[in-house]
């Protein structure tokens, strides 16, 4: 028997040996050279910690808010694809998990159970993370029933007018399940299209929209009361019109280098965005975030809160919830002794003053 984790890295190895290859690649993977992939990871080990001394740090507390919901940790659940793939209780097993550990979860669009499955399966706060279709009206009701079934914010995905080239699926003719949210609202053939590579990129491109912009936005709130959170902002430009368009709160991500290959990584770009927010709404951040040294890293950068996607992904498949929140609980208790060793008793003695960056000169 395999030894027991002890961090979130060794959940990978697990999830490998547990999982069809097709679908492990499909998990693991990034896009094209995978540049963006390795340095979303290895960027966080460029940043050092400039720890304070002689306080007290008997108590620590993690606890935050995110959009007015209380949170045990700043520590939440990224919307990722198909979670069946990796466990047959899907969705609901990470819920549960979320709930347990007293995180939000934001449940993706691309799920294998459905809104309403996972709304009535655990009392965590959930966000819905939305793709806009060509067919505008499918979206449309895919938010309104997020609504309808207490899900508390919209999460706009807007780095995806087209998939990314994600090579491993291309050579593993990778399927896509059937996605439960679009049961009924989408003909068969679409999903179950084939061009010889990954049916993956085929379906994405029959069905999402590129022609998607920021005047949609206004559309997106004609049609929901939630607040709307906007998903893939790389720099201070795009950061400075969500804010404009009227948002809640925008998520630093490169959608885990499964899109544009040779994008920064995210957390090199956290500080630039969060300066050009200017505080006017919660920055969360994801992108390899590992550790909880991550974590602090992101948040002495300026994010509210970060996102957890792959380790998520390699919990679940490992171990179904237990395993989902195993990998939150590694990172919580991780998070704990950085703020401890930092001399930081709760987050906001966490300032950017703690860390420095590779440019950065010692003082
Ligand atoms: C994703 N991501 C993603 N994002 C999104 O908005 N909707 C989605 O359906 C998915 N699906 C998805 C599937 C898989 C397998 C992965 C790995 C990622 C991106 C995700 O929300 C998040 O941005 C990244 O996963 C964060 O990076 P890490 O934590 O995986 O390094």
Redesign the pocket.
Known sequence: MAAEPINVNEFQELARQELPKMFYD????GAEDQHT?KE??EAFRRIMFQPRILVDVSRVDLSTTVLGYKISAPIMI?????HKLAHPHGEIATARAAAACNTIM?L????TCSIEEVAASCNAVRFF?L?VYKRRDISATLVQRAERNGYKAI?L?A??PRLGRREADIKNKMIVPPLKNLEGLLPNKVISVSDGGSNLEAYANETFDASLCWEDIGWLKSITNLPILI??ILTREDAMKAVDVGVAGI?V??????QLDYTPA?ISVLEEVVHAVGGRVPVLF?????RGTDVFKALALGAQAI???????FGLAAKGEHGVRQVIEMLKNELELTMALSGCPSLNYITRSHVKTEHETPH
Do not use: E, W
């Open positions: 499909f998990y693991a993977g992939l979303n990871v990224a919307p990722t694809a198909m934001i993706s669009f691309s799920s993370q793709y999460v995905t780095d995806c998903k893939g998520i991500s490169n959608h885990g280098a499964r995210t994801d992108g390899g975030v590992r996102l957890v996607g792959r380790p998520v992904i």
